[in-house]
Antibody, heavy 119, light 108 residues
Framework: EVQLVESGGGLVQPGRSLRLSCAAS????????MHWVRQAPGKGLEWVSG????????GYADSVKGRFTISRDNAKNSLYLQMNSLRAEDTALYYC????????????WGQGTLVTVSS | EIVMTQSPATLSVSPGERATLSCRAS??????LAWYQQKPGQAARLLIF???TRATGIPARFSGSGSGTEFTLTISSLQSEDFAVYYC??????????FGQGTRLEIK
């Protein structure tokens, strides 16, 4: 069974950092591009960042560029999101998602980890 | 950045009837368009990609059409489990990829 499990969320003060992790299982992780998508409370979906299978292609939404860093460890079947200089508007449920086409189509999602940025 | 606009924001339809949801791109995206369904408290589920290709396990009552800037998701005969929020997403040469703001499909 394909499974994605996010962790690392929590309550953090503005300006601080947080690192999210996504543990993948049930598929060949090193064959897929992966992404982070977030959803603020009561709002829609927002793509945050994506990374190709070999980390050769990486992209960020303008709203997080320069503050967030995506990475992956194929040996550990894990995806990461390092979030620095956090702002209140980064408060959201963060989903890890698998890309079936290496083009930004997300066929499998985790259940999300909640990040709350507040003083 | 390509902006995706969905309409209507809320659609009220009776079970068994047809629902038609629209999505417009601010510039041509060919057929690089996906549709997702999201129910309360759940992650999104991929329904359609490539504008009209159903994802694995998606019932045939879901169909997609369109190309360029205008797209449609049609649910031919609404079942109770279909009432949810639907998002379109363009993935024309990510990054970035962008979602529409969503259409809430509710029971009439």
């Amino acid at each position: 069974e394909v499974q994605l499990v996010e962790s690392g969320g929590g309550l953090v003060q503005p300006g601080r950092s947080l690192r999210l992790s996504c543990a993948a299982s049930g598929f060949d992780f090193d064959e897929y591009a992966m992404h982070w998508v977030r959803q603020a409370p009561g709002k829609g979906l927002e793509w945050v960042s994506g990374i190709s299978w070999n980390s050769g292609k990486i992209g960020y939404a303008d709203s997080v560029k320069g503050r967030f860093t995506i990475s992956r460890d194929n040996a550990k079947n894990s995806l990461y999101l390092q979030m620095n200089s956090l702002r209140a508007e980064d408060t959201a449920l963060y989903y890890c998602a698998r890309d079936i086409l290496a083009a930004g189509v997300f066929d499998c999602w985790g259940q999300g980890t909640l990040v709350t940025v507040s003083s | 950045e390509i902006v995706m606009t969905q309409s209507p924001a809320t659609l009220s339809v009776s079970p068994g009837e047809r629902a038609t949801l629209s999505c417009r791109a601010s510039q041509s995206i060919s057929r690089n368009l996906a549709w997702y369904q999201q129910k309360p408290g759940q992650a999104a589920r991929l329904l359609i990609f490539g504008a009209f290709t159903r994802a694995t396990g998606i019932p045939a009552r879901f169909s997609g059409s369109g190309s360029g800037t205008e797209f449609t998701l049609t649910i031919s005969s609404l079942q109770s489990e279909d009432f949810a929020v639907y998002y379109c997403q363009q993935y024309n040469n990510w990054p970035p990829t962008t979602f529409g703001q969503g259409t809430r499909l509710e029971i009439k």
